[in-house]
């Protein structure tokens, strides 16, 4: 017995011997050997390593990552390069996609430059019923790229408000889409042209998303909201208080205008404050990533690549929103035989929107304008003395010009003082303008004289 014991403990141990050996020569014995020998190492040697820092920039990014300077094994080399392979791979693979026109847009016409730090977004959403398009929303998305308040201002326009055609006729924006389309021309140059002179702002990129495209990027981001008190539509059906909202149910609740377009106004305000901030977050651009080809192919755009890479990161973490809704207040109903129709009162919207649009540097310089036409298009210093004021300058006086110009130019004698409206003047002539340091040869009062020159 004791023999046999004796025995069968001689072979474990030449067992144990042989794993052992094995073991102490794998590689993977000697990875562990050399970062257990890293973390004994004495402590006045690892004060004395310098910490710095190596930063690699990638082409094409607007950020950099920065990567402490270690002593890296072979492991955490191999997961950076795999890392690195796959943010280039990333990046070249969605500056391939491409962001289509609408069908609705004038073809071969190709966008204006976007100056200045504030942009503003045209977003309409349309129907489509027998064959032609309505627009079911229609408002302004305004961001200011470089501002720390970091808010996103949305301008609601109703759409029984009329606009003009080429033939000079009133067609409200719910069916402008469809009434060009009839008559074979293209709708969005009208919107987009009609909703200008009708906020008095400029427009600079546009953004148009069918129902069935909107309900499908609702459910890729993966929004959810809950009702907040019952509503009841004879054609969408009956939504209970708390009744938790997703995808198609979420866009439909929000598409309900049977109660009026305040209503409606009213229910999409309650829908911003408490359901978007908490889907833009970190989680929600995790699942637009994943198929952004499937989300980028859901929106018609003039916007290209590279302009929907800044505001995606610019867009990120601002959760603060000024909604503003453009209504039967601000308006007046005119009756005829195909209806009645909203006509806008600039004076109205201008006292709406100036404290959402003006400028603190605009309004700090108090700078005097005077605005004058030497162009044959009527109407063009009014309308330019709108846009001035709605962002905060102050137009004391706009009229003709008594000579023509061939360049729109900018009389200023002091360039210096009046930087923050130099600046703003040029960015809303798209940096189509001739600054003179010099006095305005004619009868003026103004600090700055603008003149609208060319065709």
């Known amino acids: 017995m004791a023999k ?70 072979f492991f955490i080399k191999v997961f950076l390069a795999v890392a690195v392979v796959a943010i280039v791979a990333g990046v070249i693979h969605l500056s391939s996609l491409k962001l289509t026109p609408s069908v609705f847009a004038e073809q071969g016409v190709e966008p204006l430059p976007i100056t200045g730090d504030t942009i503003n977004i045209l977003f309409v959403v349309y129907d489509k019923v027998n064959d032609y398009e309505f627009c079911d ?18 301008i609601n326009v109703d759409k029984e408000f009329a606009v ?18 009839a008559d074979d021309e293209p709708g969005l140059p009208y919107i987009s042209s009609g909703v200008q002179a009708m906020l008095g702002i400029r427009l600079d990129r546009y953004v ?20 907040p008190e019952e509503v009841a539509d004879q054609d969408v059906g009956f939504f209970a208080k708390g009744q938790k909202l997703q995808g198609q ?42 198929q952004l080809e499937k989300f980028m192919g859901s929106v018609e755009t003039d916007i290209s690549v590279r302009e929907a890479w800044e505001l995606a990161l610019n867009l990120y973490s601002r959760f603060d929103y000024q909604y503003i809704y453009i209504g039967a207040q601000e308006g007046t109903v005119v009756t005829s035989k195909q209806g ?12 709406k929107l100036e404290p959402l649009l003006a400028r603190e540097p605009i309004l700090r310089e108090q700078a005097r304008i005077e605005v004058f036409n030497a162009t044959g298009r009527p109407g063009l210093a009014t309308a330019t003395k709108r846009l001035i004021t709605n962002q905060g300058g102050k137009v004391i006086r706009a009229g003709n010009a008594p000579e023509a110009y061939e360049r729109t130019t900018l009389y200023v004698e002091d360039p210096e003082r009046y930087s923050a409206n130099i600046s703003l003047i040029n960015e809303l002539l798209r940096g189509d303008l001739l600054i003179v340091e010099e006095t305005y040869p ?14």
Request: no cysteine; aromatic share 8%.
């Open 4 to 73: 046999r014991f004796a025995k069968d403990t001689s072979l474990r141990r030449k067992k144990d011997s042989r794993f052992t050996y094995l073991w102490q020569t794998s590689k993977v014995a000697s990875v562990l050997n050399r970062l257990r020998r890293r973390a004994v190492r004495p402590a006045s040697l690892a004060s004395a390593m310098p910490s710095t820092k190596r930063t690699i920039t990638l082409p094409s990014l607007p950020f950099r990552i920065h990567i402490p300077k270690l002593k890296r094994s």
């Open 137 to 154: 929303f229609v408002a302004v998305v305004s961001l200011n790229k470089k501002s720390t308040q970091r808010t996103i201002s949305i």
């Open 164 to 181: 003009f055609t080429y033939l000079n006729r009133a067609v409200k924006l719910r069916s402008m889409l469809a009434t060009t389309k």
């Open 208 to 227: 148009f998303v069918s129902k069935s495209n909107l309900i499908q990027m609702a459910e890729i981001v993966g929004v959810e909201y809950l009702v």
């Open 249 to 290: 149910d979420l866009i439909e609740y929000l598409a309900i205008d049977q109660a009026g377009a305040d209503v409606q106004s009213e229910r999409f305000k309650k829908f911003l404050e408490s359901a978007v901030p908490g889907t833009l977050g970190f989680n929600g651009y995790l699942r637009v990533i994943s």
């Open 340 to 351: 009645g129709y909203l006509v806008s009162d600039s004076l109205l919207i201008d006292q």
């Open 442 to 455: 004619y009868n003026h009062t103004g600090d700055l004289v603008l003149v609208l020159g060319g065709e």
